[in-house]
């Protein structure tokens, strides 16, 4: 039911910046809140930036004070500002929506995933 699009990532040196975009598109559910997840090589897939439909955001300790995620509701997408990034930010990065429960399926949708390196 619809589908995500992350674009904007790719190799960067330690301390730039980065800004990931995901253009939502044919989702027909009320989405109740936008986050972006990352995943590193054998590792959990964790979320680290949430925003909900009033505009409320939250954080993993882990990126606080240097991600922000900002939503344009007129061109359907959601970003990531990355600032002061470190090599272990490293990851592959994905956009998540989320839509509750409706009926009796939870509604979300996950975007592809886009590599995000941090290299000298």
């Known amino acids: 039911q619809g589908q995500l699009a992350e674009s904007g990532g790719g190799l960067v040196q330690p301390g730039g910046s980065l800004r990931l975009s995901c253009e939502v598109s044919?989702?027909?559910?009320?989405?109740?809140?936008m986050a972006w997840y990352r995943q590193h090589p054998g590792e959990q897939r964790e979320s680290i930036a949430q925003?909900?439909?009033?505009?409320?955001?939250n954080y993993a300790d882990t990126v606080k004070g240097r991600f922000t995620i900002s939503r344009d509701n007129a061109k359907n997408t959601v970003y990531l500002e990355m600032n002061s990034l470190k090599p272990e930010d490293t990851a592959v990065y994905y956009c998540?929506?989320?839509?509750?429960?409706?009926?009796?399926?939870?509604?979300?949708?996950w975007g592809p995933g886009i590599q995000v390196t941090v290299s000298s």
């Open positions: 925003i909900t439909s009033g505009g409320y955001t």
């Open positions: 044919g989702i027909t559910f009320d989405i109740r809140a």
């Open positions: 998540y929506a989320d839509g509750g429960y409706g009926g009796s399926r939870y509604l979300e949708v």
